[in-house]
């Protein structure tokens, strides 16, 4: 028995309708089963072979912020991937534009963008160096800045950028 992959996260919200407008416009998700009553909503991103990368239950507008990892265990955050580095480039600018975006870190391996969506759920958007650029990265936790255009000067002499 093996697993493959992740197949797609489940997130309780305050408002499906913001939720959707958010990963809609902000991320390209697109709806794939939506109650009409606004209950649920599940979701797909633009280059996915999932029937849905994530799922949302509302439980109301009065819903507490999440505890996890201040006051309980829980959820740090999901990742997702984008292909090239001139797409997180442009992600990065598009989580700016909406105001959503927290951070940024090298982390070898893979470059990654932190942001928050209306309910100030963490995840995580990011681009996989291929493998056979990794060498002793592999094995270490790296925390450096972000540097995107750097990367795509050091990447495009692999032709990946």
Partial sequence: MAITRMNHAVLYVRDVSVTKRFYQEVLGFQPMIEDPAGRYLFMRAGGSSNHHDIAFFAIGSGAAPSEA??????????AWEVP??????????????????????????????????????????????????????????????????????????????
């Fill in 69 to 78: 990892g201040r006051a309980t265990v829980g959820l740090y955050h999901i």
């Fill in 84 to 161: 090239t580095l001139e797409e997180l480039e442009q992600m990065r600018e598009r989580l700016s534009a909406a105001g959503a975006l927290i951070g940024a870190s090298d982390h070898g391996v893979n470059k990654s963008l932190y942001s928050r969506d209306p309910d100030g759920i963490e995840f995580e958007v990011m681009w996989l160096v291929p493998e056979e650029h990794w060498g002793t990265m592999a094995h270490e936790a790296i925390v450096e800045p972000l540097d995107i255009a750097a990367d795509r000067r050091h990447f495009a002499q692999f032709g990946l950028v």
